[in-house]
């Protein structure tokens, strides 16, 4: 039988670990209130639909939220692949125990814990200096055209960053999938990839959908690896190709906390900002735990 | 009749040998065409290595250069070399001081200002994360009913959803004002202020490996322990937790990795001014924040730009250390804790 106890130093630890949960739910509380409260107001379609002006002081955030749903969706096209091929690599083909796919799982794990700033870094020494500027010698005659901060170099920055997500939450969804599915399927004569194709990742179709979720949420909020890659201050027009630099949410908030010679007077368009940027990554991360509750509870009827 | 069945037999089994041969091309094909799909997934196994490693190459191909470069005539001045990476800079008028002054007459590159700057904000991050996180770790796993739990976990997960530069935000916005009224600072950014909202972003971490470390304690522990009549709280504390306490060191090991890397929040809240002092509520300025604070204004090419490569060097080197042995340890812990459930 479980007692609580009655000696009043077990009484006294067990309310001291009670109130450092309830500070730690009470902490965020109070950062999210404050953010709803002082942001709520300003949130119209005006706001949302309109570029900023007078000097970043009045005017709304749309070329911010254009550039940051620009730029995680060409994120999601390049890691989505990456990450679910790499994922059924390590789930369906390599032996557990085989010293690839030991070093593969290290060097995720390792990936996870890279600094976000760190990434930055390689985005301008790799993409952009390396990759670009020997698109731009081979392609364009040296002319600059890649060999610049671009959006197409801070998605695929952005890329590597998530690529952890989507490889675990691929691998969960796979090791989900019973295996007498894949011996049925192997067994009416189906190869490997075809069973594969035809028969796990159907099943996983919202598992790489939760993981893709994940990394957008974990993306839109990132901002040291697209600061030198190709996100903008602030520009005059959207960005329409893939070498056009961009604003983007959370950097913009960057910039309006930190570079605008009066704080006061930005304040409100600044919480207004903070929110749309949090509404956005929680709807996303909401979304995610939704649609794995859904896709745990319906492999448990299967 | 006797000519006609041959010739029919003859064509019935070309014909049939032609499909059949049809048969194996496309089998053949469709292998061949498995094999370049297997071929494919191989290789995209390779990126995250591959990542690891092109991180090293080409974060170092634009730092190295540091060493060989030859300083252009009339700048020698300039020029980066291990003793002003590290040792004072000495004055005529002035005793010696480590300096980090990269935009000045005669630049001045020491990263002991910076570093002494990270170890300040993170080990306020540490002090203020570790114990509310593993406290309230022990209690979500030991003594909290479960509705309380329901509440306790996504909260957790939503504080580690949150954005960096919202955090950031916070604390320079809203966190500094309170803490400079509440204490009576001089300056309104500084070491704690950044601190504390770095041990924000470190709080899911250590409790989510805290929690692991507890709930991996098999339950014939507990179990074991109440039969021999011990409350909750004496199983907790002489049974559960010293069994979990390598995995919460592990937990606060990697916090403390990820304090270290964190950007946005330290860009933001710390002031950003390089002083070299033990005083916690002084300005700092950390390695990660001096890259992202400079690297824009920066020269392409110039000792500057690659002297904050080399500190990115620096910060990945050491995360990279820091994440591999806490890894491994946390994987050793699991096998050996799940082994003695098995045996």
């Known amino acids: 039988m479980r007692r609580l106890g009655s000696q009043p130093i077990g009484l006294f630890f067990i309310a001291l670990s009670a109130l450092a949960a309830l500070s730690v739910v009470l902490i965020l509380a109070i950062i999210l209130g404050q953010i709803v409260h002082e942001g709520w107001g300003g949130i119209t379609w005006a706001f949302l639909s309109s570029a900023p002006d007078k000097g970043m002081r009045g005017g709304g955030v749309w070329p911010a939220l254009f550039g940051t749903f620009a730029l995680v969706i060409l994120m999601t096209i390049a890691v989505v692949p990456l990450g679910v091929l790499t994922a059924i690599y390590l789930f369906e083909y390599a032996r557990p125990d085989s010293r690839l796919a030991r070093a593969v799982n290290v060097a995720v794990a390792n990936l996870a814990g890279v600094p976000a700033i760190v990434f930055g870094l390689f985005g301008l020494g790799f993409f952009v200096n390396f990759v670009g500027r020997n698109i731009d010698r081979l392609l364009y005659g040296g002319e600059l055209a890649y060999g610049q901060p671009a959006i197409l170099w801070a998605s695929l920055t952005l890329a590597l960053l998530t690529l952890p997500v989507v490889i675990v939450t691929t691998g969960e969804a796979l090791r989900a999938v019973p295996m007498v599915a894949r011996e049925a399927s192997l067994a009416l004569g189906a190869t490997k990839w075809q069973t594969i194709l035809k028969v796990v990742l159907p099943q996983c179709t919202s598992g790489i959908l939760t993981g893709a979720i994940l990394a957008v949420s974990r993306g839109a909020g990132e901002v040291a690896p697209i600061m030198f890659t190709g996100a903008a201050y602030f520009l005059p027009s959207l960005p329409t190709r893939l070498n056009h630099q961009f604003m983007e949410l959370g950097y913009h908030i960057y910039v309006l906390t930190t570079q605008s010679p009066n704080v006061e007077e930005t304040k409100p368009i600044l919480y207004s900002t903070v929110l749309v940027l949090l509404l956005l990554t929680f709807a996303l991360n909401a979304a995610a735990i939704v649609i794995r509750a859904r896709f745990r509870a319906s492999v448990r009827t299967a | ?343």
Do not use: C
Request: charge should be neutral; charged fraction near 15%; avoid cysteine.
């Open chain 2, 1 to 343: 009749m006797a000519g006609v069945l041959p010739e029919a037999a003859r064509i019935a089994r070309a014909t049939g040998a032609a499909r059949s041969e049809r048969v194996i091309a496309r089998s053949r094909l469709s292998r061949l065409a498995e094999r370049i799909v297997e071929g494919g997934v191989f290789l995209s196994a390779w990126i995250a290595i591959l990542v690891i490693f092109l991180i090293f190459v080409f974060i170092g191909r634009e730092a190295l250069p540091l060493l060989w470069d030859t300083p252009q005539p009339g700048l020698e001045a300039e020029a980066v070399t291990l003793d002003r990476l590290v040792g004072p800079t000495y004055y005529s008028d002035r005793p010696p001081a480590y300096v980090w002054q990269p935009v000045s007459t005669v630049p001045k590159y020491n990263l002991v200002p910076l570093v002494v700057g990270t170890l300040k904000a993170t080990v306020v991050a540490v002090l203020f994360a570790a114990p509310l996180a593993i406290l309230a770790a022990i209690f979500s796993s030991e003594f909290a009913p479960r509705w309380l739990r329901e509440i306790i976990k996504p909260t957790i997960e939503l504080l580690a959803g949150l954005p960096s530069v919202v955090l950031g935000f916070f604390a320079l916005m809203v966190l500094a004002s309170w803490l400079q009224d509440l204490l009576g600072l001089t300056f309104r950014l500084n070491a704690l202020n950044a601190g504390i909202a770095l041990g924000l972003a470190v709080i899911p971490i250590i409790f989510t490996v805290s929690e692991d470390a507890l709930t991996a304690v098999p339950n014939s522990y507990r179990e074991a322990s109440y039969a021999l009549g011990a409350n909750q709280w004496e199983t907790a504390s002489r049974i559960v937790v010293p069994a979990a306490v390598p995995g919460m060191f592990a937990g606060v090991v990697l916090g403390f990795g990820r304090a270290v890397g964190e950007t946005m929040v330290v860009l933001m809240a710390s002031g950003n001014a390089a002083i070299t002092s033990w005083n916690f509520v002084e300005p700092v300025r950390t390695l990660s924040a001096t890259i992202a604070a400079e690297l824009g204004e920066v020269v392409f090419g110039s000792p500057h730009y690659r002297v904050l490569f080399l500190i990115g060097i620096l910060l990945f080197a050491f995360t990279f250390v820091v994440n591999l042995s806490g890894e491994l340890y946390v994987r050793r812990l699991k096998e050996r804790l799940e082994g003695r459930t098995a045996g």
